[in-house]
T-cell receptor, first 113, second 115 residues
């Protein structure tokens, strides 16, 4: 089955700096890669996603890149703000196996003011 | 749009009690719902996938007789933790999707504490 690895587990940046979180996946059939932000005790919220027919997608301060050949994808947050502090999860999903979404272990991002 | 409601948000009960958690899609028809379990400072672990009108598909290591899932309609799935014990204490989150090429939308989660 699919396995998603995520790094780093913890990331601390100064306000205004950029943050990068990287993930790799194992199943080459995966074709949809969402990123979720989860604040303490709350639901995961979708912040951006990318499909396998696209190499990069951007939404204001957030961008995601996908390298299908290497089977890795990354989240880039620019001009970080304290409210970006949260746990971020990458995930991968394919068209088989019940369309299960498998999550990475998560990255705890701290943005210092 | 795409709102998923989950109830209750918090449950505290004695060991041996069975607990039912509801997951509802409020403004769309959810053909597929997923149930996750999340321990503190850990990731979301998929427990099972449920499709309306059929039996749930459980992930390896998840006891189907312990975690009963029912997806009786296109807007409601329930998870019943039977004879709950302290080790079942966790954060349980459901998600739903209308069509399988669309993102999942999560409920607010249920924090279950078994004394």
């Amino acid at each position: 089955g699919e396995n998603v690895e995520q790094h780093p587990s913890t990331l601390s940046v100064q306000e205004g700096d950029s943050a990068v979180i990287k993930c790799t996946y194992s199943d080459s059939a995966s074709n949809y890669f969402p990123w979720y932000k989860q604040e303490l005790g709350k639901r995961p919220q979708l912040i951006i996603d990318i499909r396998s027919n696209v190499g990069e997608k951007k939404d204001q301060r957030i961008a995601v890149t996908l390298n299908k050949t290497a089977k890795h994808f990354s989240l880039h947050i620019t001009e970080t703000q304290p409210e970006d502090s949260a746990v971020y999860f990458c995930a991968a999903r394919g068209n088989t196996g019940g369309f299960k979404t498998i999550f990475g272990a998560g990255t705890r991002l701290f943005v210092k003011a | 749009g795409a709102v998923v409601s989950q109830h209750p948000s918090w449950v505290i009960c004695k060991s041996g009690t069975s607990v039912k958690i509801e997951c509802r899609s409020l403004d769309f028809q959810a053909t597929t719902m997923f149930w996750y379990r999340q321990f503190p400072k850990q990731s979301l672990m998929l427990m099972a996938t449920s499709n309306e009108g059929s039996k749930a598909t459980y992930e390896q290591g998840v006891e189907k007789d312990k975690f009963l899932i029912n997806h009786a309609s296109l807007t409601l799935s329930t998870l019943t933790v039977t004879s709950a014990h302290p080790e079942d204490s966790s954060f349980y989150i459901c998600s739903a999707t209308g069509t399988l090429d669309q993102p999942q939308h999560f409920g607010d989660g249920t924090r279950l504490s078994i004394l």
